[in-house]
């Protein structure tokens, strides 16, 4: 009896008996490893070769005001990050995504960002950054909700602070200070 059901279950996990997924079981969470990152990124809107791009904009002129980012603007960016506040200073990656101006009365935006690293030992890697992001306020936080990767199932936060923006153009350099944690490989 007992060899029997042994049999028929060990049938059962040689042919997968539902198909498409495995069985289920306990997940036992991996060792974390935890790494502060420090780098500035670089919003240019303006110019011949802007890293911000406006996609898409609300078709309604009353929610345009003196803001080169009105409330309901999408824009696609290709942000090259550096380590120090200067692009001289050596671009180790960049933060490809996309971010809307979703505040009504505060300048305020959702960004989704996957920062790749191009440089040392995260060449390749990436966290990705998900979150609101109230750019009025000098200093805010975003969330980190994952990573590819070296930063496989990455969580945690980023401490933003705005280095250098021009309220005409809506050009920013901003420092980042960034505390993840994920598993190790
Ligand atoms: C970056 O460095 C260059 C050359 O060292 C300098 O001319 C420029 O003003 C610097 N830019 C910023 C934003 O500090
Ligand atoms: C980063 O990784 C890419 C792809 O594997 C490789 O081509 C490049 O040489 C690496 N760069 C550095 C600086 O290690
Ligand atoms: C980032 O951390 C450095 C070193 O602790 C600190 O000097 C800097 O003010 C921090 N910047 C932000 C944006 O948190």
């Not at 969470?29 to 919003?43: G, M, N, Y």
């Not at 009353?62 to 824009?75: D, M, Q």
Request: charged share 15%; glycine share 8%.
């Amino acid at each position: 009896m007992e060899r029997r059901l042994i049999l028929i279950l060990a049938l059962c996990r040689a042919i997968p008996c539902q198909g498409y997924y495995s069985q289920s079981k306990p997940y036992v969470p991996p060792r974390e490893k935890v790494t502060k990152l420090h780098f500035f990124f670089h919003d240019t809107i303006s110019g011949k070769n802007p890293t911000a791009i406006l996609v898409a904009r609300p078709n309604f002129a009353a929610v345009f005001k003196n803001t080169p980012i009105p409330f309901g603007s999408v824009f696609a960016t290709d942000d090259p990050i550096t380590l120090g506040p200067n692009l001289t200073s050596g671009v180790i990656g960049n933060a490809q995504g996309i971010w809307a101006s979703t505040g009504q009365d505060v300048l305020t935006l959702v960004v989704y960002w996957d920062v790749g690293f191009t440089q040392g030992k995260f060449n390749g890697s990436s966290i990705t950054m998900f979150s609101r992001n109230p750019i009025a306020q000098m200093e805010r936080e975003v969330a980190v909700v994952g990573g590819r990767g070296k930063f496989r199932m990455a969580k945690g936060f980023a401490q933003l602070k705005t280095y250098f923006a021009d309220f005409t153009t809506g050009d920013a350099i901003v420092e980042c200070n960034v505390t993840v944690i994920y598993h190790r490989v």
